[in-house]
T-cell receptor, first 113, second 114 residues
């Protein structure tokens, strides 16, 4: 049981490049989330999904897109990376509204030059 | 929009002392308040949570209290140990749209000195 996994762990991009971050969970969770973590700002929700085929915007969605084609996977895309998107990205999942604990992945450190 | 404020941003204590971290939330409909601990370079992990129908919850050396009227909740760590050194995040579940969204505070960096 791997829990929540993320790939890649580290990535360096140049401004304007694109990339996709992959999150996978093997706990059969309905809900999945993407956060970014910046110093002094805690965890801010980018996008989330309440089930396969659904996505919704969080607090800071601009510049990102997501897809949830399979229940176990949640992809975060950057179409044209900007230095302001340099951050640590965490994926999380939770079972349902009733069982609230969110389980986090190990994070992806992204640097945009 | 929903907001969670957390204080202090940094906290330094001597081993064996108590530590208290406080959070306030804006959404009066929030009904779930977890606390996460994040060690350096690691992922956040849940350490304790409380629901709005409970005023206090304890788990060994940690406890959380909730004051719904004032819309604030606190984390209490007693008999602190060096391994308690980490960043702690409070959160409140926002019910906007009925979904399980957590709004996080900015974090408190706790340093426990031997």
């Amino acid at each position: 049981n791997a829990g929540v996994t993320q790939t890649p762990k580290f990535r360096v991009l140049k401004t304007g490049q694109s990339m996709t971050l992959l999150c996978a969970q093997d706990m059969n969770h309905e809900y999945m989330y993407w956060y970014r973590q910046d110093p002094g700002m805690g965890l801010r929700l980018i996008h989330y999904s309440v089930g396969e085929g659904t996505t919704a915007k969080g607090e800071v969605p601009d510049g990102y897109n997501v897809s949830r084609l399979k229940k176990q996977n949640f992809l975060l895309g950057l179409e044209s990376a900007a230095p302001s998107q340099t951050s640590v990205y965490f994926c999380a999942s939770s079972y349902s509204l009733t069982y609230n604990e969110q389980f986090f992945g190990p994070g992806t450190r992204l640097t945009v030059l | 929009g929903e907001n969670v404020e957390q204080h202090p941003s940094t906290l330094s204590v001597q081993e064996g002392d108590s530590a208290v971290i406080k959070c306030t939330y804006s959404d009066s409909a929030s009904n779930y308040f977890p606390w996460y601990k994040q060690e350096l370079g690691k992922r956040p992990q849940l350490i304790i949570d409380i629901r709005s129908n409970v005023g206090e919850k304890k788990d060994q050396r940690i406890a959380v209290t909730l004051n719904k009227t004032a819309k604030h909740f606190s984390l209490h760590i007693t008999e602190t140990q060096p391994e308690d050194s980490a960043v702690y995040f409070c959160a409140a579940r926002g019910l906007s749209g009925g979904y399980n969204k957590l709004i996080f505070g900015a974090g408190t960096r706790l340093a426990v000195h031997p």
